[in-house]
């Protein structure tokens, strides 16, 4: 009788709880937004707040459809996207190259690691007037800013990655008689891989930031530049739209990243972990 | 014994001394003076207390750390074999990216030896370890005991000559244990590889061994090396007769007065 009443709750607990799972829960957030889209559209039109101030999200709206047809807004990005994948990829290739000279080679670790400590600090995106001057207000500057950015969070996190592997598991490979290319190669980089995705998604979204803010300092063309000119002219709604395009660029490189990492690094998706998303 | 001359001797170990740095300072001594000739195809068992150098005697003689003192002497000069020694760790330590399959086969492909002979070989192995249905599984949806196994398998995937074995059966239940121990014997059998085998079972070490070597506390001497004269093949039952009782019963012996004099 007393198991009885204990398990009826516990029972209807768990079903209430697997019930509720059932609706995923990006619904909620896409609820959410819709909700704040909404109130801030009302208390636009009700307050009549003035359309240079904060436009309202049809005026938004209207301002991307007409951007892209346009053509404006697609140039624009167009210009944006190949700085920040051109700098991005840059900065990964020198980013891992680097990691991996200093983890093989303890002199150059000791030459550059203190260095590279101390350049860390440096505000990267002070850089950028600077490389304007020095390459000019054409596509390199940016590129080169973007580089600069994201070349950090990629290099501590490659170098952390090539040092990952367990000291046991370098002796098991040599014992099996691996040498140090082969120990690379079948050990120190796939350990390597779940740390280098961590700094990849922390630097293309700062790639993102990179572009944008080289493109403030002086520029003629991209994203950047259209928002400083959308500003100049109080079309606001303009501003609001850049963003938004902005904000959609960040999601994709940042999603694309995530998923070549689910995709590269499958070993660490544990049963645990699966387990928590049933 | 340590001074013995045999041409078919193939490890020597001769006052083989190790001292640990520690944290603090000072040191740990692990092992203090251990003296021993194995002879070709031998299997050795080596007992002794947690913490008494055993892992450590491995580690010198597979080359993965350095003694304080004394010397390793590998023989015949002219076995030039490129698998001389390979070595079963404490911890099974496969590489996760890879499948239990391609963890099995970490030695070939190092030595881009991967033909249909080795394939075949895997294949035989997986049944040997009891693993035939998880060849394709990650090592993460394998128990701890089953990794240990896979572990194994690399080993004799790499067919050395002298095979080091540092407590292969830790994580594995008594049954399977048993048959594994039963296993390896076969296989030992057929090429008559040299054989160190480290365990924390009496038993086990009686079972398997031509010779056991018993150490003491730290620092790890050799309290003795006790003969096992028990005719082969060796099966289960020979753990129910008295002389298996006997041989048992004096390195227990051995193991405690060791004890009791620390
Ligand atoms: N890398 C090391 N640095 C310092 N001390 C160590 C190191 N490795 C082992 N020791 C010490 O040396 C002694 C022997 O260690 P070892 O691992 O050889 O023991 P073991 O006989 O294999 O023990 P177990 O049966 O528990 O595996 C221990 O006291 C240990 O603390
Ligand atoms: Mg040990």
Redesign the interface.
């Known amino acids: 009788m007393s198991t009885q009443t204990l398990e009826a709750p516990a029972n209807s607990d768990t079903l209430v709880r697997g019930r509720r799972r059932r609706v995923p829960e990006i619904t909620y957030s896409v609820l959410v937004f819709i909700g704040l889209l909404v109130v801030w559209q009302v208390v636009v039109t009700m307050f009549d707040i003035s359309n240079i101030l904060v436009p309202a999200p049809t005026a938004v709206a209207g301002s991307l459809v007409d951007g892209f047809q346009d053509g404006s807004l697609l140039t624009h990005s167009v210009v944006t996207l190949k700085e920040i994948l051109v700098g991005f990829g840059i900065a990964v290739g020198s980013a891992l190259v680097a990691a991996v000279l200093i983890t093989q080679f303890r002199a150059v670790e000791r030459v550059l690691f203190p260095l590279l400590i101390l350049t860390q600090t440096i505000p990267k995106v002070a850089m950028a007037p600077l490389l304007i001057v020095w390459f000019g207000i054409g596509i390199s500057s940016k590129v080169l800013t973007v580089a600069l950015i994201a070349f950090f969070p990629l290099l501590i996190n490659a170098i952390l990655g090539f040092r990952s592997a367990?000291y046991?598991?370098v002796?098991?490979?040599?014992?099996?008689?691996?040498s140090r290319m082969?120990v690379m190669r079948?050990?120190q980089i796939?350990s390597a891989l779940p740390h280098i995705f961590a700094g990849l998604e922390v630097a293309v979204i700062l790639s993102v930031t990179g572009a944008v803010v080289a493109e403030f300092v002086g520029s003629s063309e991209g994203l950047g530049y259209l928002i400083q000119a959308s500003n100049f002219t109080l079309d606001v709604a303009r501003t609001f739209a850049v963003i938004v395009v902005l904000s959609a660029i960040g999601i994709a490189l940042h999603a694309a990243v995530v998923q070549l990492g689910k995709w590269l690094v499958?070993?660490?998706a544990?049963?645990t972990d699966t387990a928590g998303e049933v | 014994m340590p001074t013995s001359t045999d041409t078919d001797c193939v490890i020597r170990l001769d006052s083989l001394s190790m001292l640990y740095p520690t944290k603090s300072g000072g040191t740990v001594q692990a092992l203090d003076d251990v003296s021993l000739s194995v002879r070709a195809g031998e299997f050795i068992s080596i007992v002794g207390p947690s913490g008494c150098g055993k892992s450590t005697l491995l580690r010198i003689i597979?080359g993965?750390s350095r003694q304080t003192s004394g010397q390793v002497t590998f023989g015949p000069s002219d076995d030039t074999h490129?698998?001389q020694?390979?070595?079963v760790?404490q911890?099974p330590?496969l590489?996760?990216?890879r499948t239990v399959r391609k963890n099995l086969l970490?030695?070939p492909?190092?030595?881009h030896a991967r033909d249909a002979a080795t394939h075949a070989k895997a294949d035989e192995l997986l049944v040997m370890l009891g693993l035939e249905e998880f060849g394709d599984r990650?090592p993460?949806?394998l128990s701890g005991g089953m990794q240990q196994r896979v572990g194994i398998g690399r080993a004799l995937m790499?067919d050395p000559r002298i095979l080091l074995m540092d407590e292969p059966f830790g994580a594995l239940d008594a049954m399977t244990r048993d048959q594994m121990g039963l296993d390896l014997l076969k296989i030992w059998d057929q090429d008559r590889k040299t054989v160190l085998f480290v365990t924390h079972s009496i038993p086990e070490a009686v079972l398997l061994a031509d010779r056991v070597v018993v150490m003491t506390p730290r620092p790890g001497r050799l309290a003795d090396v006790v003969e096992v004269a028990l005719p082969r093949p060796r099966r289960l039952e020979n753990i129910n007769t008295p002389e298996f009782g006997e041989i048992v019963l004096k390195i227990r012996k051995l193991l405690d007065s060791e004890h009791s004099a620390h």
Do not use: C, I, V
Request: glycine content about 4%; aromatic content about 14%; proline content about 7%.
């Open positions: 367990a046991e598991q002796e098991m490979l040599r014992s099996f008689g691996a082969q079948h050990l796939p499958f070993w660490t544990t049963p | 597979m993965l490129r698998n020694l390979g070595m760790f911890q330590l590489l996760p990216w970490t030695s492909d190092l030595h990650y993460n949806e790499h």
